[in-house]
């Protein structure tokens, strides 16, 4: 599946494409034809299950396995040239028929009247960033190529290819950007309140 967006040719035509994505943010049209952002799958919940939660990411034969085998809490898609099953649970499950490929966690935890999951996927070049945003819930990482960098007030944390990255709470001030020697490609896990914008702006103190 190829993950580029199509290049919008306007301000305007950027406006759509960041509304798309649920990236509602302040994006220069030169910052947005950089950092990409692609939305894989998402799903609403009423209720989450109880007690520490992980993203656990699962790949599978064929996209009829995945969904076959998917659960209240999962979502199945195709990305990167492979099928891959999203799960939010507790930690060390498996998913018959799947061959795990990471676990992250614990997410921080947050309570809404209703839950949504999105699975991303995003990058750009090196240097590429996102404007400074929140979400009404937590994000995680998991790398395909490239590095990612996330600064929060907290500091910068970075991960390679490979490698997973567990993401802050709701409401954290963050920039995610491209910080390797090639393009980031990532994919991005969100734990959101949904019955709230799904980005907003936001600045470091």
Avoid at 24 to 30: D, E, H, I, M, T
Avoid at 61 to 90: H, M, N, V
Avoid at 136 to 157: C, D, I, M, N, W
Wanted: proline content about 10%; overall charge positive; glycine content about 12%.
């Amino acid at each position: 599946m190829e993950w580029r967006m199509p290049v919008a040719r306007s301000t305007a035509g950027w406006a759509l494409l960041l509304c798309a994505t649920g990236l509602l943010l302040p994006l220069s049209p030169a910052t947005a034809q950089k950092f990409e952002i692609n939305p894989v799958a998402e799903k609403r919940l009423k209720q989450l299950p109880s007690g520490p939660l992980y993203w656990r990411l699962e790949n599978f034969p064929t996209l009829a396995q995945a969904e076959a085998a998917a659960g209240p809490t999962s979502l199945a898609a195709e990305a990167a040239g492979k099928i891959w099953l999203f799960t939010l649970g507790p930690r060390g499950g498996a998913t018959r028929g799947g061959s795990k490929v990471a676990e992250i966690g614990p997410v921080p935890p947050i309570s809404a009247p209703e839950y949504l999951l999105r699975i991303n996927r995003a990058g750009g070049p090196p240097g590429a960033k996102t404007p400074a945003h929140t979400h009404p819930g937590s994000e995680a990482f998991y790398v395909l190529t490239g590095r990612v960098g996330q600064k929060t007030p907290h500091g910068v944390s970075h991960a390679g290819a490979g490698q997973a990255m567990n993401g802050h709470g709701a409401d954290m001030p963050m920039e995610v950007f491209s910080s390797g020697t090639t393009d980031l490609d990532q994919l991005v896990m969100f734990v959101v309140d949904a019955t709230r914008p799904f980005s907003s702006p936001a600045k470091f103190d």
